[in-house]
């Protein structure tokens, strides 16, 4: 008589513990951050990153890591080598017309690339077009009129290069004479913010 009992006890055990693990799945489904990586990267589309809040980081110079290195073929299909740059303050943004902090940018960028152009600093601009293809890349440039050029990621490979200082998008790093990276911006940057840091990097040398 008793071992019916212990039966049902150790059933209805099981179902209440089933229960709450299905309800813990179904609470964590309902609260999942949807702008997150992962969300992102299940739902399949081109964010696969999250947009940065602006925040700066400078690096000291005693503290910074070895040079980029960074190759790769421009919107238009030229080759392209930062070898070119060394000796010159590099800006590389990170970008794609996906991205609607990217977009609200370019202008940001173009103007201080005229304003670095006319005041005649040592300083280049580079752009790293993330995770779409070329045509569509250089259709935005076209629309923007953005004159600096722009590299070719559409495998997502390039920013591998960037020694993991590129997790957000846009990014916006400024590169030293010898190509090390000096400073970040995860996010949106504004005109007075880069340029500020492009002059201190300036400065140095």
Request: one cysteine or more; a negative charge; aromatic letters at 4%.
């Amino acid at each position: 008589m008793k071992v019916p009992a212990v039966r049902h006890v150790v059933v209805g055990v099981l179902g209440v513990l089933l229960l709450l693990g299905a309800g813990t799945v179904a609470v964590s489904s309902l609260t999942e951050d949807p702008d997150s990586v992962a969300a992102q990267a299940r739902a399949g589309d081109r964010k696969g990153y999250v947009s940065g809040d602006g925040n700066v980081e400078t690096i000291p110079a005693a503290d910074r890591g070895e040079p980029v290195q960074l190759t790769g073929a421009l919107l238009d299909g030229t080759a392209w080598s930062i070898d070119s740059t060394r000796g010159e303050v590099l800006v590389v943004n990170v970008w794609g017309s996906w991205c609607a902090p990217c977009v609200a940018e370019a202008p940001t960028l173009e103007q201080v690339w005229k304003n670095l152009q006319a005041d005649q600093v040592p300083a280049r601009l580079i752009g790293i077009d993330f995770r779409e293809e070329a045509e569509r890349g250089a259709a935005f440039v076209a629309k923007e009129q953005l004159t600096y050029p722009s590299l070719s990621d559409e495998s997502g490979v390039l920013i591998s290069s960037l020694q993991g200082k590129a997790s957000t998008v846009p990014t916006t790093l400024v590169l030293d004479p010898q190509g090390r990276i000096a400073a970040r911006v995860a996010g949106a940057v504004e005109a007075s913010t880069l340029r500020g840091l492009v002059d201190d990097v300036v400065a140095e040398s």
